[in-house]
C-alpha cells in the first residue's frame, strides 16, 4: 500500500513541479526567437483534452459496471 502510495504522490509532484515550471519559464506572448529558448515542456491543452476524455470513459465505465451490478 505505501508503494502505491508513493508512485501516486511522485506523479502528482512530479506534474506540479512540471506545470510550475512551465507557468514560469514561459510567457503567452512568446512568439519568434524568444519561443525557441522558452518553449513549454508540456502541451497542456493537450493534457487537459485527454483528462477530459478519461473521465468520461471511467464514469461511463463506472455506469456501465453499476447497471450490470444491479441487473445481477
Known amino acids: 500500500m505505501r508503494v502505491l502510495l508513493g508512485m501516486i504522490l511522485g506523479a502528482l509532484l512530479m506534474t506540479a513541479t512540471v506545470y510550475s515550471i512551465d507557468a514560469w519559464n514561459t510567457s503567452s506572448?512568446?512568439?519568434?526567437?524568444?519561443?525557441?529558448?522558452?518553449?513549454?515542456?508540456?502541451?497542456?491543452?493537450?493534457?487537459?483534452?485527454?483528462?477530459?476524455?478519461?473521465?468520461?470513459?471511467?464514469?461511463?465505465?463506472?455506469d456501465k459496471l453499476a447497471a450490470r451490478i444491479e441487473r445481477g
Not at 44 to 59: P, S, Y
Open 29 to 62: 506572448t512568446a512568439a519568434g526567437p524568444a519561443a525557441a529558448t522558452n518553449r513549454t515542456m508540456v502541451n497542456w491543452d493537450v493534457v487537459e483534452t485527454n483528462w477530459r476524455q478519461f473521465k468520461i470513459r471511467a464514469r461511463d465505465g463506472w
